[in-house]
């Protein structure tokens, strides 16, 4: 999910008169009244408003008196109406802006309203001379009424509650045995029906695009009426499983969403056969159906996928047990930071997690490249050998893929168990009552594994979390860090260490108002240049002589070369690092490998801008100097198939080995290797052929895709074009391995990774396809029509078919793209 | 202008998108039997699939039923119900986002985002302090038009 969602569109109002002059695309509010609720006096009260993408409050309103809410656009304008009156408050700046009345007399009644843009647009209706008078009005709250639309009519004198179409002037009245629509526009009924026991609260309600209406009733139905030439028709007949107070059409009207006091439930109005009858055939279905979702004894979260090999305790070792150790400090072969350097930075963050009295968050951010891991891992490092009880993730140790994103809480916890005994057996007694817990929401992991079994525990700890900007999902990183702010108050023994790139939106999180309070921020990029560029240079000439001595090079490095090597690397630790492992080639000396450096083209542009300063060009320049040196020939052929590679090593969503990718691409396994090989100064490739390789670095992964760094087109990697290639040959590799009917071959066994890759990430990648769609079309319809099934058995052996849910999601949105041109870049 | 390929390729694309909207009605139907084991997709799925859907017509013929032959009863097409959360809190309001994709929820004591197809959560969001053993219920919930924020209202 990106910056912002999308805003539906829905259809244009139907009347062409001079009363719609809104465009009704925006109306922000589902309109819903609760007037009055038995209070005669004011009952103060607060609005608290959210960001939504990281869950952070972003301010507290005190109010007079509580009602109903909505938006005015976007730019944190809210109305609130209370009782016949509404008032409007500046949401950032917590300041109100005017007030005002909607109603002039008592006897007078406030139906539904729409608030659009600073607009606000309301019904309401009184009773005069036996007649219904019902108007509907619009106002700018800050300027006085519009004429307001009037029109009378003779229904029989019940109470009743209005409700009104956001896209034309019909207008619903619901009394406590009738529905009735009325046109105020044309002073006209346009349908009339006898309901029993129409529910009073809520009143009817319109979908957005006023197409539909419904009304649901005290027997816990929903009557669904379709507007049509003459009037409205039934539609749709709806009987939710749960008792409902309310409910509410969504945005584009496809499901209708109840709930009271026993819950939610999402419900789809269809016609189709027959609505009604098909509802009411499925009665006793359903209410089996509901026994196995709803679970009376819990408190929330009844209903979820659950996942099909629940991890018990003794099941934690293989499946979370594995991720962990993937994700913690001690796999591999990452380094913390050569003794003596970043002395500054080390002891700010000794200091800090000796210090209880200092903020529970540290947070340390800086430019891609500048030593974040490595810092991370000394941390970790430090805290071990000091006795310090200490949990670590490092997502850019190749944690990053889709399946362990939700895995973090899990992973942390089950460190902290192998460490302290209380935390074991707390965590142990959690899973064995219940095992899905691994699998809810970040903020119940972070609940009940973490901050729970450390509070019982009362034992100070050190969380640490390494570059979390560098999640697939926005949205999963500012998930994890509302939960840490949720939750750290409650475990005053906690701290955590994050760090990350300052991007935007975390960078807006840390400056909210609650979690800055909350957290030390260090910036590595402000620290003395002169500071870090002395850093560099101890670490190059110590990994320099070392490379001289074992070559017997005695005056090698001249100290000029040292120079432009620090020169070039200009803060940025990854250049020194990739560098080492270049000149450390296997068979030629490193004054050699220097040579071709040495003139590397400095002739590209980089992101990595702080203060205005361009960083990275030299990493740029490395990075295609190494890449020329590795592949001298200059064949079409050849460079094609090398980009395949690079390809797939960078945009797969997890570290694919080299065999793996030799299967999905249709290579010989000793081709990938080799071409892997010849760069592996830019790689951290394993020499047992099935263990994966990563891009040393992330900044790798963003300069082979960005046509504006990576200026030799032999090398540039556009994600348009190999999304749709991965996306492509995962589908023949389905299409090809699957059997169309039930089949043992449906199973994937561990050594198919290619398989069991294009199993679970083929959507991803289609749904960043943008280019070569067309040749996409006919194996995904091959795909969908006859290997669908196999596919479902396949996921089922994985454990993975909650996948389902979201490939489906992602697979209908891109065709739709496709079938309405959106992908192609039409002059 | 689209090329004439482009234009093939949003022809060819065709009722693709009803057939996936189709197989994910399946699974979220069938999800609890499916994920027992594999072979229930053809035992215990598919037989009780309803007669107009694309899943059915195109892998009807796997139907694998070991003991009987005969099934009844075999809907129409697709029922109303999906998904329901059901809890021993009452739920006091809730709205769509307005993208669709997300639900906000005011719980009597929490507010949460839940993904609005499978109802799974997104996030729980803080409700002001209150004092202790007091809840603060929320009362009314509206999404600014770019779904960016959330707004709550509270009595005190």
């Known amino acids: 999910m990106g910056g912002c969602w999308p805003v539906p569109t829905t259809g244009e109002g139907t009347n062409s008169g001079g009363f719609f002059p809104i465009s009704i695309p925006t109306l922000t509010s589902i309109p819903r009244i609760r007037q009055g609720w038995g209070r005669s006096i004011p009952t103060p009260g607060t609005v608290r408003i959210w960001d939504t993408q990281t869950g952070i409050v972003i301010n507290d309103i005190d109010i007079d008196d509580f009602g109903e809410i909505a938006f005015s656009g976007n730019q944190g304008t809210i109305t609130l109406v209370v009782r016949g009156n509404f008032c409007t408050y500046d949401g950032l700046e917590g300041t109100q802006l005017c007030e005002g009345e909607l109603l002039q007399s008592y006897n007078h009644q406030l139906g539904a309203y729409w608030v659009h843009d600073g607009s606000l647009r309301f019904a309401k209706s009184f009773w ?287 460190q902290l168990a192998q460490k302290h005994p209380r935390v074991r057996s707390i965590l142990v007694s959690l899973l064995r009552s219940d095992p899905d817990v691994v699998y809810e929401s970040p903020s119940d992991q972070m609940e009940n594994l973490i901050a729970n079994p450390l509070k019982s525990a009362d034992v100070p700890t050190v969380i640490v979390i390494d570059a979390l900007d560098e999640w697939v999902d926005d949205t999963l990183q500012s998930a994890i860090l509302s939960a840490v702010e949720y939750w750290i108050e409650e475990i005053p023994e906690v701290k955590f260490f994050v760090t990350s790139r300052p991007k935007p939106h975390i960078l807006a999180s840390f400056h909210l108002p609650l979690l800055s309070g909350l957290a030390d921020i260090f910036t590595l990029h402000d620290t003395a240049p002169d500071l870090v560029n002395n850093d560099i240079r101890v670490f190059l000439k110590h990994e320099l002589s070392g490379l001289a001595s074992q070559n017997g090079l005695d005056t090698w490095p001249a100290l000029a070369q040292l120079d432009m090597l620090c020169d070039r690397a200009d803060g940025l630790f990854v250049f020194a690092v990739a560098t080492v492992k270049f000149l450390g080639h296997d068979y030629v000396p490193p004054n050699e490998q220097y040579a071709v450096i040495a003139h590397s083209p400095d002739d590209t542009a980089h992101e990595g801008t702080v203060d205005g300063v361009h960083r990275g060009l030299s990493l740029d320049s490395l990075c295609t100097s190494i890449l ?149 079309i006919p194996t995904l319809r091959r795909f969908l029509e006859e290997k669908t099934g196999a596919w479902l058995e396949a996921l089922d052996t994985l454990g993975a078919l909650t996948a389902v849910v979201t490939a489906r999601d992602k697979t209908i949105s891109w065709l739709r793209g496709v079938c309405f041109g959106l992908f192609y870049n039409v002059p | ?89 009452e739920v006091s309001c809730a709205v769509w986002s307005p993208c669709d994709q997300f639900i906000a929820i005011g719980w009597v004591d929490r507010v949460e985002i839940r993904n609005s197809s499978t109802l799974l959560s997104r996030s729980i969001l803080k409700p002001p302090n209150s004092s202790p053993g007091i809840l603060v219920a929320p009362q009314s919930l509206a999404f600014s038009s770019d779904g960016r924020m959330l707004a709550c209202t509270y009595h005190r």
């Not at chain 1, 109470?159 to 045995?177: D, I, M, Q, R």
């Not at chain 2, 017509?57 to 697709?78: A, E, F, H, M, R």
Request: aromatic share 8%; glycine share 6%.
């Open chain 1, 128 to 414: 005069a001379g036996g007649q219904l008078i019902i108007g509907i009005h619009e106002l700018q709250p800050t300027s006085t009424p519009l004429l307001p639309m009037v029109a009378s009519f003779p229904v029989p004198p019940h109470n009743g509650k209005l409700s009104f179409s956001p896209a034309s002037s019909h207008t619903s009245f619901v009394t406590e045995t009738e529905v009735v629509i009325l046109d105020v526009l044309d002073s006209k009924t346009l349908f009339r029906t006898k309901v029993a026991c129409p529910l009073y609260v809520p009143e009817g309600r319109f979908s957005l695009d006023g197409r539909l209406f419904a009304c649901g009733t005290l027997k816990n139905e929903i009557y669904v009426w379709e507007k049509a030439s003459a009037g409205y028709v039934p539609w749709s007949y709806l009987r939710p499983q749960l008792p409902f107070t309310e409910f509410a059409f969504s945005p584009v009207a496809t499901s209708i969403l109840s709930w009271g006091p026993d819950g939610i439930e999402l419900l789809y109005p269809d016609n189709s056969a027959g609505g009604a009858r098909t509802a009411t055939a499925r009665r006793e279905k359903s209410v089996v159906s509901r026994r196995e979702i709803v679970d009376p004894g819990r408190s929330s979260f009844h209903f979820r996928l659950p996942h099909a090999h629940s991890p018990t305790v003794e099941l934690l070792a293989p499946d979370i047990g594995l991720r962990t150790r993937v994700g913690g400090y001690q796999h591999g072969d990452w380094r913390g930071c050569l003794q003596g350097t970043r002395g500054t930075v080390l002891e700010t963050i000794e200091s800090w997690v000796k210090d209880f009295n200092r903020p529970p968050i540290f947070w340390l951010n800086g430019p891609a490249g500048t030593g974040k891991s490595a810092i991370a891992q000394t941390v970790v490092e430090w805290c071990d050998s000091h006795g310090q009880l200490v949990s670590s993730f490092f997502c850019s140790h190749g944690a990053n893929d889709h399946g362990n994103l939700d895995l973090i809480f899990p992973a942390l916890a089950i």
């Open chain 2, 1 to 89: 202008m689209l090329t004439q390929s482009q234009v093939r390729a949003s022809a060819d694309v065709g009722t693709l998108p009803d057939t996936a909207a189709d197989f994910l009605r399946f699974v979220t139907e069938f999800f609890e039997v499916i994920s027992q084991s594999a072979p229930h997709i053809y035992q215990s799925a598919l037989p009780f699939a309803p007669q107009s859907s694309v899943v059915r017509k195109l892998y009807g013929q796997y139907i694998s039923l070991p003991k009987s032959k005969v099934v009844t009863n075999i809907p129409l097409s697709w029922g109303s119900y999906t998904a329901g959360a059901g809890a021993t809190i």
């Open chain 1, 628 to 776: 020329r040196a590795s592949f001298r020939n200059n064949d079409a052929q050849d460079d094609a198939i090398v980009r395949s590679v690079l390809a797939t090593v960078v945009l797969v969503t997890r570290p694919l080995p080299p065999s793996a990718i030799a299967d999905l691409i249709c290579l010989e396994v000793e081709e990938v290797e080799s071409i892997l090989g010849s760069i592996q100064s830019l790689l951290r490739l394993h020499e047992d052929p099935d263990q994966p390789v990563r891009p040393l670095h992330k900044l790798l992964s963003d300069f082979l895709t960005s046509p504006n760094r990576c200026v030799d087109e032999r090398f540039y990697i556009s994600p348009r074009k190999f999304h749709s290639e991965i996306a492509l040959s995962c589908l023949k590799l389905l299409n090809e391995t699957l059997d169309d009917s039930p089949s043992p071959q449906n199973q994937p066994t561990d050594s198919e990774v290619a398989l069991k890759y294009a199993c679970t990430s083929r959507y991803i990648h289609l749904a960043q396809a943008r280019d070569d769609v067309t040749d996409l």
